[in-house]
């Protein structure tokens, strides 16, 4: 059954629902994953996709998605700020771009992005352009056409927006706003000629169908990037006391977004420190990215001993010390 899938893959063919479905429940584990594994090499060699990413306005969030120590809801203590300092910004990405990252961005608490932070990111943008090689990003909320030609403009190539889950659990998660409006502003970002960027959280309570779902719906709207994150408990927040998925359920989810979105970036984000010394098997498992770095609200991983990890696992990685 697994060679059979994966050759249907290979073919340019995609899996139904029912097939992932099947496949997810009842293949062998670890056949499952060293096939995902296979399907990442002969589709996308041993390229890996780094990313990070800078907390540019933080916290007092109006939204009330049930994961997040940013929202205004929840009692939780975070720091706040407007805007990142600008050198702290641009002293990140010059560490991130000598370590082999590709791509850096600016993320910000809230709805959408006003128009006064967004001139001051305009300056970090320009920083940025003078003094880096890197891709750049932005992850602002939601968008109007109007903000995303002006991010355009400011060269970013690159807008993210997650769903978080599947359209059918997301009611679980927020209730300031729906799945719907996330698409909308997929579909804005787009139209003003910028990649798109988009992926979820699992281990939130939803089942493995939904996550399967939210696969399925990604590839449906043509996402070649695909953040996982793996759901951080924050005390205070309505979270808080999910029990973590195991690594095995990690694993499953990230071999089946392989298989169902096989063109695609899967990149481990938030949370896959959770895994401890068994992160790396997500690397042989399909995944072929990764956020490195601190992200918002929790701690990451030591970028150089993410860099090591990468680089002993057989993926390409730039060594800071040739360049």
Not at 178 to 194: C, N, P, S, Y
């Amino acid at each position: 059954m697994i060679e059979k899938y994966k050759n249907k893959v290979l073919a340019g063919r995609s899996l139904t629902f029912g097939e992932a479905l099947e496949l997810a429940t009842t293949a062998d584990p670890a056949e499952l994953y060293q096939a995902a594994d296979q399907l990442r090499q002969k589709l996308h060699k041993n390229s890996l996709d780094l990313c990070s990413i800078v907390n540019a306005k933080s916290g007092k969030c109006e939204e009330n998605c049930k994961f997040c120590a940013q929202s205004s809801h929840y009692d939780v203590e975070v720091i706040t700020y407007d805007t990142v300092d600008v050198v702290k910004a641009v002293t990140l990405a010059k560490e991130n771009e000598q370590h082999g990252v590709q791509r850096f961005s600016l993320v910000t608490a809230g709805r959408s992005v006003s128009e006064k932070n967004l001139e001051e990111f305009r300056k970090i943008y320009q920083q940025l352009r003078d003094q880096t090689q890197l891709s750049l990003c932005a992850s602002m909320g939601f968008l109007t056409p109007e903000k995303a030609q002006k991010l355009k403009e400011m060269g970013v190539s690159r807008y993210h927006c997650n769903l978080e889950t599947s359209r059918s659990f997301f009611p679980q998660v927020c209730t300031s706003h729906t799945w719907d409006e996330k698409v909308a502003t997929i579909k804005i970002a787009r139209d003003a000629g910028l990649d798109i960027c988009s992926g979820g959280i699992v281990g939130m309570g939803e089942s493995l169908a939904q996550r399967l779902e939210l696969a399925f719906e990604l590839r449906e709207l043509e996402i070649l990037s695909i953040p996982l994150n793996i759901l951080t408990p924050i005390a205070e927040t309505p979270f808080a006391d999910i029990t973590p998925l195991s690594v095995a359920e990690v694993l499953t989810c990230v071999a089946m977004f392989r298989f169902i979105n096989p063109l695609a970036v899967i990149r481990l984000a938030g949370g896959r420190n959770l895994l401890g010394e068994e992160q790396d098997r997500c690397f042989s498992a399909g995944a072929n990215g990764a956020i490195v770095g601190n992200y918002l609200t929790t701690i990451g991983n030591n970028l150089t001993e993410d860099i090591a990890m990468f680089r002993a696992l057989g993926f390409d990685v730039a060594d800071p010390k040739k360049q």
